[in-house]
């Protein structure tokens, strides 16, 4: 078989539909054949290459075109090839052209899915734990997911594994420096482009014996070690008296957006008493939400400010949670209050970041019972898990209509978009 420069390869490049799961398209294959025992099944015979070599970058345009499963098989061809798929650099260019797909985990946390983005959800992968409900989801970013013990009384170790699906790697990260008296965590994974490099940031809020009540601790993939500012996070949200009234929201749910984690967190606010008089409403402890974000780059935390109209007690809602839309962040809310029995889903979105005043009612959902928006599919629909039917129905609003897709979700379960990806590949425990 006579060899093809980089220069020929890019006047004459291969089409996307020449490789189809690892496959050559038999009417290309005739014009020029391969033989049969240098392309099977998506492995490449080490003799062949060793008699020809294929120049690197003729090869990397071909493995770009296939399918995980079949890249990973080409590692054990040769030790260049092994080099090249686990070099950083085509790992990135690997995910600049990976598709979208739907990650499902259940709760408990027994097994995890991805799925199609198509009208059927069709399943593409099923993994099952070996230690069902031994841990909880945090978060995912980038094709990796972050997973932490079920509560920190039981894990005072502070055990943080990321995990990639596609390729089936963990990575178990070092422990954290560990406290006695741990509340609970807010744990979070994001990717910062300046170093090119995934982080994880974990709050820690210590009991109210403790002298300062949050602890701050991020760890960086490209370091492979903890840091932690014990000022970092009592300086950026108001003063130390104040931060021993905010509470962590909740735990699971987290956004990113403008290159920052988003968390829901909540602080006991100053009643106005002269307005709750004249509304004649009861005066209980009044709960402030607001949302908290970490800048991956600069590693800065900053409040965003909800929707002021959720500062008002009669808009107290039955749940609120994170989510991306169309690249902004959203905010979805929960009232089961309404007259009519139902409950109303109010999905908000913040069409100019960090500017309170662009909040704005995307879309009202009425359900029959509590359930959550947990993904704006690319189609325009929705998403949405429930409370009493465990299941995952798309709610398309343009119809507007509800159909079951047939898959089980409960509504403290997890589900989010997931980029297939080679991340981890290169890293070792």
Avoid at 99 to 122: C, E, F, M, T, W
Avoid at 156 to 170: A, D, E, F, H
Avoid at 210 to 226: D, H, K, M
Wanted: hydrophobic letters at 40%; charged letters at 25%; a neutral charge.
């Amino acid at each position: 078989m006579g060899r093809k420069t980089a220069e020929e390869v890019t006047k004459d490049p291969i089409p996307d539909d020449v490789v189809v799961d690892g496959k050559m398209a038999e009417d290309e294959v005739t014009k020029d054949p391969i033989p049969d025992d240098v392309v099977l099944d998506g492995k490449v015979a080490a003799e062949e290459l060793k008699k020809d070599p294929i120049p690197e970058d003729v090869v990397m345009s071909i493995l770009l075109k296939l399918p995980i499963k079949s890249i990973l098989r080409f590692r054990c061809v040769s030790k260049s090839c092994n080099s090249l798929i686990t070099s950083p650099y085509f790992i990135k260019k690997h995910f600049a052209k990976a598709k979208q797909l739907i990650l499902r985990v259940g709760k408990p946390v027994a097994s995890v899915s991805l799925h199609l983005d198509n009208d059927s959800l069709d399943r593409c992968l099923q993994l099952d734990f070996c230690q069902p409900n031994a841990f909880k989801v945090n978060g995912s970013c980038n094709g990796v997911v972050c997973l932490s013990g079920i509560h920190p009384k039981l894990d005072p170790s502070g055990s943080v594994i990321l995990w990639n699906p596609s390729i089936r790697k963990t990575l178990h990260l070092p422990p954290p420096r560990s406290y006695a008296r741990i509340a609970t965590t807010l744990l979070g994974i994001g990717y910062d482009p300046r170093t090119d490099g995934y982080k994880v940031a974990r709050v820690v809020r210590l009991d109210s014996s403790a002298e300062r009540p949050f602890v701050f601790q991020s760890y960086s993939l490209n370091s492979g070690s903890w840091n932690e500012n014990v000022d970092l996070f009592s300086r950026s949200l108001e003063n130390e008296e104040a931060l021993r009234d905010i509470t962590l929201y909740r735990h699971d749910n987290q956004a990113i957006v403008n290159g920052a984690i988003h968390w829901l967190l909540y602080r006991k606010g100053k009643i106005n008493i002269e307005r709750y008089i004249k509304n004649a409403l009861p005066l209980p402890g009044h709960n402030k939400v607001f949302a908290l974000s970490f800048n991956l780059s600069n590693e800065s935390f900053g409040e965003i400010m909800l929707p002021e109209c959720f500062d008002d007690r009669r808009k107290a809602a039955t749940d609120r949670s994170f989510s991306v839309f169309k690249d902004s962040l959203s905010v979805n809310v929960i009232n089961c209050g309404l007259s009519s029995g139902r409950c109303l889903c109010e999905i908000w979105v913040m069409n100019q970041y960090d500017v309170r005043e662009s909040w704005a009612i995307k879309y009202q959902i009425e359900m029959l019972d509590i359930a959550r928006p947990v993904v704006h599919r690319s189609n325009g629909e929705i998403l949405i898990a429930g409370y009493s039917w465990s299941r995952l129905v798309s709610f398309d609003p343009q119809k507007p209509r509800i159909r079951d897709t047939g898959l089980e979700l409960s509504i403290d379960g997890y589900a989010d978009y997931f980029v297939e990806s080679l991340a981890l590949l290169d890293k070792s425990n």
